[in-house]
């Protein structure tokens, strides 16, 4: 299908971006999220601000106690970072299981979480990091903890005229022990289920534990009595199956043409399960 008209615009800094929004203008990174809805006209903004020319969102930074990606960062790339495969890596696994060559080398880490698609794999994986997502407009920077930044269907915290500029992955214990599955649709790749998964031990026993799980629900959730049921225990198969049994507690399980909600439960429970004894 041809989207309705629009208006170009493409911006060399982000302050030039944040000028040009407004009114029903929208953001452009890398496409692969709003090209496919304009096209169906699902959406139909006024005009396009083209921001994947600006450098300042496109580097990954080591620094002393977090790793900041740049909004602008493609997927390839993340798959190919040496300090995310050290520090975080299901950062990685993540980037490799996404769409195809072609999406990830054009699709970017901040247009995928800006649009919060309830299959996406960046949602889930950010939510087991512990991640802080930075925020501009017109007014400055602020910091969103990654807790309450996803708040439903398609939806975030981001307000009319911010821009994500980059995200903050904490260089911690249980990022470094981390891991990432899914259960990908066939055509899109998307996650039917996808769990993250990161395990901070102390002496054989779980000491913290972070979980997102993407693909179940409307937006990405945290199974938080997972979490707290492994917590203080050996990480072992019968701890992980005990622990597993109420991951879909407290959460309407989406049911469609790709799967019931039954088949996503079982998908949850086996891959939240899969993705634990990883990490054995």
Request: glycine fraction near 10%; charge should be negative; include cysteine.
């Amino acid at each position: 299908m041809i989207p309705n008209t629009f208006e170009y615009k493409r911006a060399g800094s982000v302050e030039e971006a944040i000028g040009m929004l407004g009114g029903d203008a929208q953001i452009l990174g890398g496409g692969h999220s709003l090209i496919p809805a304009l096209k169906l006209r699902l959406n139909a903004p006024g005009a396009l601000v083209d921001i994947s020319k600006i450098t300042s969102l496109q580097s990954i930074n080591d620094n002393e106690k977090s790793i900041t990606v740049g909004a602008g960062v493609t997927h390839a790339a993340i798959a190919s970072d040496a300090v995310l495969a050290e520090h975080c890596p299901m950062m990685g696994q993540a980037a490799c299981e996404i769409g195809d060559i072609q999406v990830r080398n054009m699709g970017t880490i901040g247009g995928s979480i800006a649009h919060a698609d309830p299959a996406a794999d960046w949602p889930a994986v950010l939510l087991a990091t512990d991640a802080n997502v930075i925020i501009q407009s017109s007014g400055g920077k602020r910091t969103v903890d990654i807790d309450q930044f996803f708040k439903g269907f398609y939806e975030t915290a981001l307000e009319e005229g911010e821009i994500i500029t980059s995200i903050s992955i904490p260089k911690t214990a249980f990022n470094r022990h981390s891991t990432y599955v899914k259960f990908k649709q066939p055509a899109s790749r998307f996650a039917l289920v996808g769990c993250a998964a990161a395990v901070e031990m102390d002496g054989g026993i779980v000491k913290s534990a972070r979980i997102g799980l993407t693909g179940v629900a409307e937006s990405a959730y945290r199974p938080m009595s997972v979490e707290s049921a492994l917590t203080g225990k050996p990480l072992n198969a019968e701890t992980i199956d005990a622990a597993v049994q109420n991951v879909t507690e407290g959460v309407s399980v989406m049911s469609d043409h790709y799967a019931s909600e039954k088949y996503r439960t079982h998908l949850a429970h086996v891959f939240v399960k899969r993705a634990l004894k990883n990490l054995i």
